[in-house]
Structures are given as structure tokens and as C-alpha cells.
């Protein structure tokens, strides 16, 4: 098969791989029918994380299952399932306490901006999508394996409640999802910080009420000025620099929350001033498995359609000029198909 390939930074390629094999009773193999870029693939891209030359890349997708193990009991060929990110059993405790992310058995999609997909833990794992979607709704679908997950997690971290403030910090698309998410939960304001009049339009449609330009100390004030010197009752914190904290952090009101969800890199926490300010930090990689169902049941019925940020479309044979795309900000989040 052909899946997309990290050979170094700044070098993804079209490559010709070995086929995925079920090597255990838990796997499924899932012919990929829409696959798309993560900002955290961006990571490696940009030489901030290591790399194995040669490595498939990718673990967002939505396809059909093609083969499953024998433990796969709720699961056959022709399916159309959502591939969670992160792989659960779903039995064990952690998972059964709603931490899917944290499965004792926990394993990653392999091969998601590729031709096939293998996927550990299948049976707690896999979403099937039980009537046949309108094709208008798979941007929404693909949503669903990470980024519209991941921003409602964010949410859930912070302590999103009805009537509150929110701000999101990020204008990706987790960023964008989190300001849905922000919407949803019945947050009166949702603050978004973004640069860039395209996200800024995204965040607006899906509930924004306030739109920040500024960074670092200046986006600080800004937020602190909207707020009457208050801060946010919660602040959705999507990108993983430590500026992006150090602002979530200062426009957080004391007794308030940061839900952090960007990847970390670099991030120092200053913990005497959130000692002093009964700031709370909660987060880290989203429970994806937990939140699909009633999300799903959302994006059916027409509620949330989370598949706004996808705003380029690509053959996965140009998955290079989608990381390109991303990386200079000429796209939000781009969707490859075979």
C-alpha cells in the first residue's frame, strides 16, 4: 500500500510500504476512506520531536473495516467506523472511569494518512457509523477521531459552565473545536485569541463572541480589559508553548481553570502564582473513545458540525503540499483522500 512518510524535517513522502497484517486478536485493519493532518503532526515536521526515517505518520481517520481479529466480536468488513486517535479496551479501570486515553492496553492509529489503517484494541475501540451519512458530513466524521474531541476536552478541563467566560487560547483547529465546544456548554462569552480573519471567521459560526489579535502580554490585557480586570472563569489552552500557557494562565481568574490540551513543549509553570491565585491546571491528552458517542449523535442530528475546519482538500498522494499548507499557515486543517 502507499501511506505518507517522515524521512527528516520539512520531508514527508508518498511511499510504498508493507501491507498491515493482523499479528493480534485485538486488531482491525480500516481501508481509509478520508485521512487529515494533525497541528501535533506539525511537531516532527518542524524538527521539534524526534524522527524515525521512514516512519508512517498519521492517526487521524475515518474508513472501512476491511479485516478484524478474533477478539473483534461487534465489528465485520464493510463498516464505516470512526478511528479514534487513541486506542482503549474500554474495560479496563481507567477506561471505565471515563480515561480512555489512559487504557492499560492503550495503542495509536497506525498509518492514517495512508491507504489502510491498523487499529489496536478494535472492539473498545471503533465507532461504527450506523446509517449511510450524508457525504456531506464526513469532514464532521473525521472531526470526531481527534480534533472536535480534544477541544471538548479542553472544556471539560477547564470547567466550562453555563453562563461563565471562556477564553481559548489558539486559533487551530483543537482551538476552533474548543470554541464550539466553549459554545455548547452554555458559556455566555467565548473569547477566542486569533490572528487570522479566516479562523476568525470559524471561531465567530461556531459561537465566538470576542475576537483577540494581540499575543503574549498584549493579549493579556486585552482579556483582562474585556473582562473588567476579572479574567475568565475558564481558559481552553490549545497550542502547548509556554507562552500560550504563561497567557492562559494570567487571564485566568483566581479560582478559576485552565484546561491544557496542546501538546507541550517547553512549558514551565509558574506554581507559586497558581498556588496564590487558586488557579486549577487540568488536561492533557483527550479521552477521544469517551466523548465520540454523544458527539456523534450531535453532528447527525445537524447540532455541531465540527467538519468547518477542514478548508483544504487534497489527493493523500499530495500529503507534502498538505503539510507545507499547514505549516505556513496557508490552511487551518487539511483532509486527504485516497
Known amino acids: 500500500m502507499h501511506a505518507a512518510t517522515i524521512h527528516a524535517a520539512g520531508d514527508i513522502r508518498w511511499s510504498d510500504v508493507p501491507d498491515p497484517t493482523i499479528d493480534a486478536a485485538h486488531q482491525a485493519i480500516v481501508k481509509v476512506v478520508a485521512g487529515c493532518i494533525c497541528g501535533s503532526d506539525l511537531w516532527p515536521y518542524r524538527g521539534e520531536n524526534p524522527i524515525v526515517a521512514g516512519n508512517t505518520i498519521g492517526h487521524e481517520c475515518v474508513g472501512v473495516v476491511e479485516e478484524v481479529g478474533a477478539e473483534v466480536r461487534s465489528f465485520r468488513a464493510g463498516d464505516l467506523v470512526i478511528v479514534p486517535f487513541c486506542h482503549s479496551d474500554n474495560t479496563c479501570p481507567h477506561c471505565r472511569y471515563g480515561v480512555t486515553s489512559a487504557c492499560v492496553n492503550l495503542g495509536f492509529t497506525t498509518s492514517g494518512q495512508g491507504e489502510h489503517a491498523l487499529v489496536q484494541q478494535a472492539e473498545g475501540s471503533l465507532v461504527r457509523v450506523e446509517a449511510d451519512p450524508d457525504p456531506a458530513l464526513l469532514p464532521s466524521l473525521l472531526a470526531l477521531s481527534d480534533v472536535m474531541p480534544t477541544g471538548w476536552h479542553a472544556a471539560v478541563a477547564a470547567g466550562v459552565r453555563p453562563g461563565g467566560t471562556a477564553v481559548v487560547v489558539g486559533d487551530g483547529a483543537v482551538g476552533l473545536c474548543a470554541v464550539l465546544a466553549a459554545s455548547r456548554m452554555g458559556a455566555e462569552r467565548v473569547i477566542v485569541m486569533s490572528r487570522h480573519a479566516s479562523r476568525q471567521a470559524i471561531a465567530r459560526d461556531f459561537g465566538a463572541t470576542d475576537v483577540v489579535a494581540e499575543r503574549g502580554k498584549e493579549g493579556a490585557a486585552r482579556i483582562l480589559d474585556l473582562t473588567d480586570g476579572v479574567g475568565a472563569d475558564a481558559v481552553l489552552e490549545c497550542v502547548g508553548t509556554d507562552q500560550a500557557m504563561k497567557t492562559a494562565l494570567k487571564v485566568c481568574r483566581p479560582g478559576g481553570g485552565v484546561g491544557f ?78
Not at 466523548?291 to 465540527?306: K, R, T
Open 261 to 338: 490540551v496542546g501538546v507541550p513543549h517547553g512549558v514551565e509553570l509558574p506554581v507559586s502564582k497558581m498556588f496564590q491565585r487558586n488557579i486549577g491546571l487540568r488536561g492533557g491528552m483527550a479521552p477521544v473513545r469517551a466523548y465520540i458517542p454523544d458527539l456523534l449523535a450531535s453532528v447527525v442530528a445537524g447540532e455541531i458540525n465540527p467538519g468547518r475546519v477542514f478548508d483544504r482538500v487534497l489527493p493523500m498522494s499530495e500529503v507534502a503540499e498538505g503539510y507545507r499548507a499547514m505549516d505556513e499557515r496557508r490552511a487551518v486543517k487539511v483532509m486527504l483522500q485516497p
